[in-house]
């Protein structure tokens, strides 16, 4: 078992930055580590996934080039550098963790990620 605590979430003006940690306890080794988000009447989707060497990273349209993950398997943290936020990034942002391997690098399907955390919730103002 994997347990995942996200932290760093808040309340920030448009424009503004967050930075988000996932940090993993119990059974660490897991290979990708995905972070997702669910808006309030909306479904929960992708922001950006990272292989366990960091070689293989992928982001969803809407926030490359502003959000940036990194993790540090030393620390069995994994970091969601957000920013540019907009209002539109509001939302309960949840970090993941997949324990098999994909040759083709870090998914971007919710269902594929075995242990999620609780939820963090950003929230940005206009």
């Known amino acids: 078992q994997v347990q995942l605590v996200e932290s760093g979430g808040g309340l920030v003006q448009a424009g503004g930055s967050l930075r988000l940690s996932c940090a993993a306890s119990g059974r660490t080794f897991t290979y990708a580590m995905g972070w997702f988000r669910q808006a309030p009447g909306k479904e929960r989707e992708f922001v950006a996934g990272?292989?366990?060497?960091?070689?293989?990273?992928r982001y969803a349209d809407s926030t490359k080039g502003r959000f940036t993950i990194s993790r540090d398997v030393t620390l069995n943290t994994t970091y969601l550098q957000m920013n540019t936020l907009q209002p539109a990034d509001t939302a309960v942002y949840y970090c993941?963790?997949?324990?098999?391997?994909?040759?083709?690098?870090?998914?971007?399907?919710?269902?594929?990620?075995?242990?999620w955390g609780q939820g963090t919730q950003v929230t940005v103002s206009s």
């Open positions: 990272i292989s366990r060497s960091g070689a293989n990273i």
């Open positions: 993941a963790a997949d324990s098999r391997y994909r040759s083709s690098g870090p998914s971007t399907y919710s269902s594929l990620y075995d242990y």
